[in-house]
C-alpha cells in the first residue's frame, strides 16, 4: 500500500525559504510521476510543481515559476520542492501526490492516485 508523509512546513517571514520533503513508500517510487500541490483555507486544492518518473523534466505553475524546484531522489523514494522568496499567498497546506501509473506528467489532481497528509507552510510578517 502507498504511503506518502510529508514534511519541513512551518512558518516563514514573507522573502524566506522552505524546503518540503515528501517520503514515499509502498509503491514503484522511481516508476511514476510526481507532484506538489496546495490547497488554502477556501479555496480549491491547486497545482504547484510536477516532476517525471526520470527527474529530467518538470512543470510548473505561473505564480511559483522561478521561485519554487521540484526535485526527487529516487533512490530514497523522497520527493522534495525548494520554496524560495516565498510569499504571503503561498500559504496553504502543501500536499504531496502519486500519480496514477501509465498517466503522463499532468496538472490534474484527478490523475494522482495517492497523496499525502499534507503540510501546513505559513508565510506571515
Known amino acids: 500500500q502507498v504511503q506518502l508523509e510529508e514534511s519541513g512546513g512551518g512558518l516563514v517571514h514573507p522573502g524566506g525559504s522552505l524546503k518540503l520533503s515528501c517520503s514515499a513508500s509502498?509503491?514503484?517510487?522511481?516508476?511514476?510521476?510526481m507532484a506538489w500541490f496546495r490547497q488554502a483555507p477556501g479555496k480549491e486544492r491547486e497545482f504547484v510543481a510536477g516532476?517525471?518518473?526520470?527527474?529530467?523534466?518538470?512543470i510548473y505553475a505561473d505564480s511559483v515559476k522561478g521561485r519554487f524546484t521540484i526535485s526527487r531522489d529516487n533512490d530514497k523514494n523522497i520527493l522534495s520542492i525548494q520554496m524560495n522568496n516565498l510569499k504571503p499567498e503561498d500559504t496553504a497546506v502543501y500536499y504531496c501526490?502519486?500519480?496514477?501509473?501509465?498517466?503522463?506528467?499532468?496538472?490534474?489532481?484527478?490523475?494522482?492516485?495517492?497523496w499525502g497528509q499534507g503540510t501546513q507552510v505559513t508565510v506571515s510578517s
Open positions: 516532476i517525471n518518473w526520470t527527474g529530467a523534466k518538470t
Open positions: 509502498g509503491g514503484t517510487f522511481k516508476l511514476d510521476d
Open positions: 501526490a502519486w500519480s496514477r501509473p501509465g498517466v503522463q506528467l499532468t496538472t490534474l489532481a484527478g490523475d494522482y492516485a495517492h
